[in-house]
T-cell receptor
Framework: DAGITQSPRHKVTETGTPVTLRCHQTENHRYMYWYRQDPGHGLRLIHYSYGVKDTDKGEVSDGYSVSRSKTEDFLLTLESATSSQTSVYFC???????????FGPGTRLTVL | AQKVTQAQTEISVVEKEDVTLDCVYETRDTTYYLFWYKQPPSGELVFLIRRNSFDEQNEISGRYSWNFQKSTSSFNFTITASQVVDSAVYFCALSEAEGGSYIPTFGRGTSLIVHP
């Protein structure tokens, strides 16, 4: 198993509150990604990182920010959560061949 | 732009039937990778296989086999003698092999339901 953990695994919050999700890897991989998964949409990329302090936007980045101050940690922040951000969030890293991705267990976020 | 199409939204079979999940892709790159992932009802995403665009050999792993055909831009996945434990959503994905951010493009997934 790729050493990827996500915390929290479940969270219920209220509209307008900030939320931070954490992804931690023990594999020392350079690339890390945040996705959201919603019924009918598959996996959609929110943000990704290609190194410490190097991040870029994905296709659904509005309302989200990220930070990577250490190789092993990639944080996703919802600055002011909305009900449309209710989703399952997955973190991923690339494998040693720099192509296949390995995913964390996911975080189920509910915004009321 | 890269694109992955999994036209089958849901497939329902009875145990022991063979089933093929279709994946059609589009890319302008000559070098790329194709992947299959499995997402069982428990929710985790499990990597199954990676195939390099230069390697068109089919692959078999137990009851699973993959048929890669560049001529038709397809990378289909067959489960032989399906079992209830094969019930899951299966995702096909494509990524460029050179440079860039190694960001794959995912299909929308095919939900496979295997009935006992």
């Amino acid at each position: 198993d790729a050493g990827i953990t996500q915390s929290p695994r479940h969270k219920v919050t209220e509209t307008g509150t900030p939320v931070t999700l954490r992804c931690h890897q023990t594999e020392n991989h350079r690339y890390m990604y945040w996705y959201r998964q919603d019924p009918g949409h598959g996996l959609r990329l929110i943000h990704y990182s290609y190194g410490v302090k190097d991040t870029d936007k994905g296709e659904v980045s509005d309302g989200y920010s990220v930070s990577r101050s250490k190789t092993e940690d990639f944080l996703l922040t919802l600055e002011s959560a909305t009900s449309s951000q209710t989703s399952v969030y997955f973190c991923a890293i690339t494998g040693t061949s720099y192509n296949e991705q390995f995913f964390g267990p996911g975080t189920r976020l509910t915004v009321l | 732009a890269q694109k992955v199409t999994q036209a089958q939204t849901e497939i329902s079979v009875v145990e022991k039937e063979d089933v093929t999940l279709d994946c059609v892709y589009e890319t302008r790159d000559t070098t790329y990778y194709l992947f299959w992932y499995k997402q069982p009802p428990s929710g985790e995403l499990v990597f199954l296989i990676r195939r390099n665009s230069f390697d068109e050999q089919n692959e078999i792993s137990g009851r699973y086999s993959w048929n890669f055909q560049k001529s038709t831009s397809s990378f289909n996945f067959t489960i032989t003698a399906s079992q209830v434990v094969d019930s899951a959503v299966y995702f096909c994905a494509l990524s460029e092999a050179e440079g860039g951010s190694y960001i794959p493009t995912f299909g929308r997934g095919t939900s496979l339901i295997v009935h006992p």
